[in-house]
């Protein structure tokens, strides 16, 4: 009985068997799986490590350039997608895909191309913007990069009128911040180069930055008394160093007692206060100047009497901030005038004056060394009535002199050459029959001189200028036009060798302020009116330039019965803008104008207020 059911349980197996029930058919002989096909292509220009991802899926990382496979195993028709996933950094790249998107097409897919670059710093701002005007002096200067920077390796060149100007630096994240250690000059022409910056990323400038910029003006202080309002004043004169400190010098009678007065201005804390230089009560001081060398020293000369006669007398002020004792330097018992002096390089002097007590009055010079003073007991420049002495000194410490000597009937204008004790031969630049007025002479940086001077012409007195160059002095040009008449003239020259000429001419109403301009092709501009016609007659100017060329004029506007004002007209690269009133008060005259500037062209003005009596005004201009 078990027999048959082991029997029946086989049979049963076996035919299940034979139908499949459960089973898998294999594979008919010889058959083939579908194809695969891959996606590759070439890279160039990558310098890190890219990471492209395929499909949404799978990230792939490159550091070659070269072939580059992707993908290995897409069926034919399937569609595929490249994308960048991390661009490279250390440098920053930016790579671009080409043909990285489509479907496989019964082949492999091998013109996929991956393109890196370089990706550039650039600027994307700057304060202030290159062209900029009226940047302020004071404010530092800043540029904006594309991404945050690396400036350890940066070079930094701000270059103003007066050459390089030193800085400081300092990053924030994408910002460069460079601060001028000083104040910039007014009205200065600035270029600004920076090389060297590099992004944090590694981006590389595509080429230095570089922009330009002008800096702005200043402004006039309100005007300040620099001694007391009591007693009188007069001859107000002013000079100015290098680094913006001056020094006031003025006559001051008060109480019976004359003297020379100055007050220094330091730059850093104001108008130290009057101050007695002279040291002689009995004789009142007379026709003072005042100058600086180029380290901050400066000299005055000036007239004042000794028991027997007018003499020159002498004061030094050192740059520490004191004076010395003041010492007679005129020799003889003989009346002195007119005192003038100009210093070298060097620090070094001339001085020059007239012997106005002789008979035949003559003009006599001491040379002035800074370790010894003055020294020697004078020397003649002429034996000749002389007048009008006026002096300047070019670059090589030669010194070139002015003056006018008497010749017979005529008045000639004559030049000389001095270098320490040794005089050049005389040259005459005009002999005219009359009176010479407004002498000056001014030695232009770029070498040789300019005098300018006020003779008679054939119906009135012109404005006339004569260069010295290499070839020598040369004829003398009329500056003016005038039919009438000019009274008085000022001129000055900047650091290139531009030259400017104010003077004032008799109009048709009125006195009125003209102005020519040189450079160093010795040819003046047309004559320019600068004054305000409104205002009234402009007499007494004085100019001063700053080395950027640009400067003031002053002068005096005296207005039919109303007080005399003080007005002043910006010089601007040489060309004058509209003038302004410096001295606000309506009540009282003002009178006697001197300005200087120093490098930066920063300026003082003084000038005298007058009513029953006259003192001593300040402005300055910063």
């Known amino acids: 009985m078990r027999s048959s059911n082991l029997g029946f349980v086989l049979a049963i197996s076996a035919g299940l068997s034979a139908c499949g029930g459960g089973g898998s058919t294999p594979p008919p002989q010889g058959s083939t799986p579908p194809p695969v096909y891959s996606v590759s292509g070439t890279v160039s220009g990558l310098t890190g490590t890219l990471v492209l991802r395929v499909n949404d899926a799978t990230d792939v990382n490159v550091s070659a350039n070269g072939a580059v496979t992707l993908a290995s195993s897409l069926a034919n028709g399937a569609s595929y997608s490249v994308t960048v996933k991390t661009q490279p950094s250390s440098p920053t790249q930016h790579c671009d895909l080409a043909n990285?998107?489509?479907?496989?097409?019964?082949?492999?897919v091998t013109?996929?191309?991956?393109?890196?670059?370089?990706?550039?710093?650039?600027?994307?701002?700057?304060?202030?913007?290159?062209?900029?005007?009226?940047?302020?002096?004071?404010?530092?200067l800043t540029l904006t990069f594309s991404t945050a920077i690396d400036a350890s390796a940066a070079s930094v060149a701000l270059t103003g009128p007066a050459g390089d100007v030193a800085t400081s630096t300092q990053v924030s994240g994408t910002q460069f911040v460079i601060t001028p250690t000083k104040e910039l000059v007014k009205l200065g022409a600035y270029s600004l180069t920076v090389d060297g910056v590099k992004g944090t990323g590694g981006e590389l400038l595509a080429a230095p930055i570089a922009l330009g910029f002008e800096s702005a003006d200043g402004t006039w202080s309100a005007p300040v008394a620099l001694g007391t309002q009591a007693g009188d004043a007069s001859y107000a004169r002013i000079a100015m160093d290098a680094k913006g400190n001056g020094l006031a010098v003025w006559v001051q009678t008060a109480g019976g007692i004359s003297g020379l007065v100055a007050n220094h201005w330091n730059a850093?804390?104001?108008?130290?206060?009057?101050?007695?230089?002279?040291?002689?009560?009995?004789?009142?001081?007379?026709?003072?100047?005042?100058?600086?060398?180029?380290?901050?020293?400066?000299?005055?000369?000036?007239?004042?009497?000794?028991?027997?006669?007018?003499?020159?007398?002498?004061?030094?002020?050192?740059?520490?901030?004191?004076?010395?004792?003041?010492?007679?330097?005129?020799?003889?018992?003989?009346?002195?005038?007119?005192?003038?002096?100009?210093?070298?390089?060097?620090?070094?002097?001339?001085?020059?004056?007239?012997?106005?007590?002789?008979?035949?009055?003559?003009?006599?010079?001491?040379?002035?060394?800074?370790?010894?003073?003055?020294t020697g007991a004078g020397f003649p420049i002429v034996n000749?009535?002389?007048?009008?002495?006026?002096?300047?000194?070019?670059?090589?410490?030669?010194?070139?002199?002015?003056?006018?000597?008497?010749?017979?009937?005529?008045?000639?204008?004559?030049?000389?050459?001095?270098?320490?004790?040794?005089?050049?031969?005389?040259?005459?630049?005009?002999?005219?029959?009359?009176?010479?007025?407004?002498?000056?002479?001014?030695?232009?940086?770029?070498?040789?001189?300019?005098?300018?001077?006020?003779?008679?012409?054939?119906?009135?007195?012109?404005?006339?200028?004569?260069?010295?160059?290499?070839?020598?002095?040369?004829?003398?040009?009329?500056?003016?036009?005038?039919?009438?008449?000019?009274?008085?003239?000022?001129?000055?020259?900047?650091?290139?060798?531009?030259?400017?000429?104010?003077?004032?001419?008799?109009?048709?109403?009125?006195?009125?302020?003209?102005?020519?301009?040189?450079?160093?092709d010795h040819l003046w501009s047309p004559a320019l009116r600068i004054d305000d016609p409104a205002a009234g007659p402009a007499i007494e100017p004085e100019l001063a330039l700053d080395a950027a060329g640009n400067g003031w004029a002053v002068w005096r506007v005296a207005p039919a019965g109303k007080p005399s004002r003080i007005s002043a007209a910006r010089v601007r690269h040489g060309e004058f803008a509209a003038p302004l009133i410096i001295d606000p008060d309506t009540a009282v005259d003002a009178a006697g104008a001197n300005v200087a500037l120093d490098p930066d062209g920063n300026a003082i003005a003084v000038w005298l207020r007058c009513q029953s009596n006259c003192y001593v005004m300040a402005s300055r201009f910063e």
């Open 100 to 108: 990285a998107t489509g479907t496989v097409a019964s082949a492999n």
């Open 111 to 140: 013109n996929l191309t991956v393109t890196c670059a370089a990706v550039p710093l650039t600027l994307a701002s700057s304060t202030p913007a290159s062209g900029a005007t009226g940047v302020t002096r004071d404010a530092p």
């Open 268 to 374: 850093g804390t104001g108008w130290d206060g009057p101050q007695r230089i002279d040291g002689i009560d009995f004789k009142v001081p007379t026709m003072p100047e005042v100058h600086f060398d180029h380290d901050g020293n400066a000299l005055a000369l000036w007239v004042q009497g000794t028991a027997f006669q007018q003499a020159i007398w002498s004061n030094r002020f050192d740059a520490s901030g004191t004076w010395s004792s003041a010492r007679q330097i005129s020799a003889g018992k003989v009346d002195a005038a007119w005192p003038t002096f100009a210093f070298d390089v060097n620090g070094g002097a001339l001085g020059l004056w007239e012997n106005v007590g002789r008979a035949t009055p003559d003009g006599e010079a001491f040379d002035y060394f800074p370790s010894l003073g003055w």
């Open 384 to 520: 000749r009535a002389v007048s009008s002495m006026h002096v300047c000194m070019d670059s090589t410490g030669r010194a070139q002199v002015v003056f006018t000597a008497i010749s017979g009937s005529s008045t000639q204008i004559v030049a000389r050459s001095h270098v320490k004790g040794s005089w050049t031969g005389s040259v005459i630049l005009q002999e005219v029959t009359g009176s010479v007025d407004s002498l000056r002479i001014v030695c232009p940086a770029t070498g040789g001189a300019v005098a300018a001077w006020v003779s008679p012409g054939t119906t009135a007195h012109h404005a006339r200028a004569s260069w010295l160059t290499d070839a020598g002095w040369a004829e003398p040009v009329t500056l003016d036009a005038s039919t009438i008449g000019v009274s008085k003239l000022s001129l000055s020259s900047d650091a290139t060798g531009n030259t400017l000429i104010v003077w004032s001419q008799v109009g048709s109403i009125g006195a009125e302020l003209w102005t020519r301009r040189a450079g160093t």
